[in-house]
């Protein structure tokens, strides 16, 4: 998982074009970011993490599904359970990626962008591996933000938040064949919609409550897709992968930006690496582009000692608050 250089058969899809007029404007007199709770996240990712090891089909991921339907239900955001079967290297498995809209009115429109992060974990067959901080923080965080956007209706309502599931390979790393399952689909989906009702951008969360942060986001596309994208071509199918990396790296000025903003540049960067993450088939199959929020320098990735005592509500609440002002000043308010 989310390792560099990986090769990754990514299937290719349209490019959503043209502009669409802002849905929010940013208020600096009460902006969201000031709202977020890294004490409430970090209870959220507790709970998660008391479930046990949560990977795809487990007892454990369900009860997951029924505390993010529970926990959103009661801050008025409509849930959807998109539901799936894909072969893996462990034969046929069912996968359900959970969607989230805001208000009565959730299904009937469309979003601006997207806010995600995968909530199964790796299996293991000789260690109990709980995934506190891949990906307990960044489904925790998730819910902490839908109670932050709950407060800005015209906000909430721009967004989907959406839980991936089937993010970790069933061997040792992601390959062409094996993870990002979810992702994978939901991308594939969006291209049955209509293209003006397409989300527009994306931000992925993962890793995102290390008491010692150091988020380095993920915005290159692997030359890997490319080729794979151009024999897709043949197809019919195409990204104006240009305009996808152009935008981009506009994100990535925004989200330094957002940082700077709040004064903790020392805690976000941009990753000069490759990291294959649930980000990839958004930016390649479907042509939204979306960055990675991520602090890939955590020694105890895919360990037993990924536990609760690593992360720190600091963490969480730093990754929050970055992440809504890149979304409320810097997204929502100009559509590329």
Known sequence: MKAPFLSLFIAAGLFLSGCAEAVVSFD?????????????????????????????GSTALEKSRHYLEQEFAALGWVTRRQTFTAKTPKGQVEFTNLRARFGDAAWEGKVTGLLCSHYDTKAYDNFAFVGANDAGSSTGLLIELARVLAERPAAASALELVFFDGEEAFGTNITATDGLYGSKHYA???LLEKEKDRPRWGVLLDMVGDADLNIRAGVLIPRSSLRDLARAQEDGYLVDIQRVEDTLQHMARDLLSAAGDLDLRSHVGISPDYIIDDHIPLNVVSGIPTINLIDFDYPHWHTPADTMDKLSAGSLGISGRVTLMLVEKYLLPVVR
Do not use: M, Y
């Open 28 to 56: 600096e007199s009460d902006p969201l970011h000031s709202k977020v709770s890294g004490e409430k996240a970090l209870a959220h990712v507790a709970a998660l993490v008391d479930f046990g090891p949560r990977p795809a």
């Open 188 to 190: 594939a989906q969006i």
